[in-house]
C-alpha cells in the first residue's frame, strides 16, 4: 500500500530559527513529490520535486529529493510567524494515475 | 489571478440527506479533484475527473458520491445519503494538466466544511 510518512508531527520554534520538515514514502513507481503549506483552509503549492539531488529555493524555503532514502526535506530558514501552518507532503504515483496520497502533515508553530 | 472557488463555505445537514459542493474550477484547467480532510487529521484524495469522466478514485470514493461537470464552469460532488463520519472539510482542485507532467499543480479552493447531524 502507497503510504506517505512525515516527521515531526508537530514542531514549535522561535522567530529566526532554522527548521527542517521530513517526509519519507514508499510507493510503487514513483512519479514525483509534492510540498503544501496549509494554513487556515485549503493547501497551497510550495514545490514539486522529480529529480534526486536538485534543491528548489523559493524565498527562505528549500527542498530537496533524495530517491535513494525515499525521502525528501523542506527547509526554512529565519522563520517568521507568518510560516505557522501545517505543511503537507504528497506523493504522485505511476500506478494510481491521476492521484496523489498526502501525508499526515507536520504542524509548524513559529512564536515571537 | 484566476482561483478556485467553492460554494458553499460551510453546510450544515442531517444525516441521510444528499448534499452537493459546488466548486468552480480555474477556467482553462483540464483536470479536476475532490479531496476531503476530517477535522484533525489528513487530507485524503477522492477522486479526480478528466475528459467528462472519473480517471481515478479512492476507496473513500463509495457509490454514495458521485461527481459531475453539468457545464463548462461547475463541477460538483454529491452525496447521496450523508453519515455523520462524512463530516469533513472538501476541498476541490484544478491543474492545467494531470498528475505526472512538470507543469502539474493543483490549485486549490477555499474548502466547503461539511457537518452531518
Known amino acids: 500500500e502507497d503510504k506517505v510518512v512525515q516527521s515531526p508531527l508537530s514542531l514549535v520554534v522561535h522567530e529566526g530559527d532554522t527548521v527542517t520538515l521530513n517526509c519519507s514514502y514508499e510507493?510503487?513507481?514513483?512519479?514525483?513529490l509534492l510540498w503544501y503549506k496549509q494554513e487556515k483552509k485549503a493547501p497551497t503549492f510550495l514545490f514539486m520535486l522529480?529529480?534526486?539531488?536538485i534543491e528548489k529555493k523559493s524565498g527562505r524555503l528549500s527542498s530537496i529529493l533524495d530517491k535513494k532514502e525515499l525521502s525528501s526535506i523542506l527547509n526554512i530558514t529565519a522563520t517568521q510567524t507568518g510560516d505557522s501552518a501545517i505543511y503537507l507532503c504528497?506523493?504522485?504515483?505511476?500506478?494510481?494515475?491521476?492521484?496523489?496520497?498526502f501525508g499526515p502533515g507536520t504542524s509548524l508553530s513559529v512564536i515571537p | 489571478e484566476p482561483e478556485v472557488t467553492q460554494t458553499p463555505s460551510h453546510q450544515v445537514t442531517q444525516m441521510g440527506q444528499e448534499v452537493i459542493l459546488r466548486c468552480v474550477p480555474i477556467s482553462n484547467h483540464l483536470y479536476f479533484y475532490w479531496y476531503r480532510q476530517i477535522l484533525g487529521q489528513k487530507v485524503e484524495f477522492l477522486v479526480s475527473f478528466y475528459n467528462n469522466e472519473i480517471s481515478e478514485k479512492s476507496e473513500i470514493f463509495d457509490d454514495q458520491f458521485s461527481v459531475e461537470r453539468p457545464d463548462g464552469s461547475n463541477f460538483t460532488l454529491k452525496i447521496r445519503s450523508t453519515k455523520l463520519e462524512d463530516s469533513a472539510m472538501y476541498f476541490c482542485?484544478?491543474?492545467?494538466?494531470?498528475?505526472?507532467?512538470?507543469?502539474?499543480?493543483?490549485?486549490f479552493g477555499p474548502g466547503t466544511r461539511l457537518t452531518v447531524l
Open positions: 504528497a506523493v504522485e504515483a505511476e500506478t494510481s494515475y491521476d492521484k496523489v496520497i
Open positions: 510507493v510503487t513507481n514513483f512519479r514525483s
Open positions: 482542485a484544478s491543474s492545467p494538466t494531470g498528475t505526472g507532467s512538470y507543469l502539474n499543480e493543483q490549485f
Open positions: 522529480t529529480s534526486s539531488g
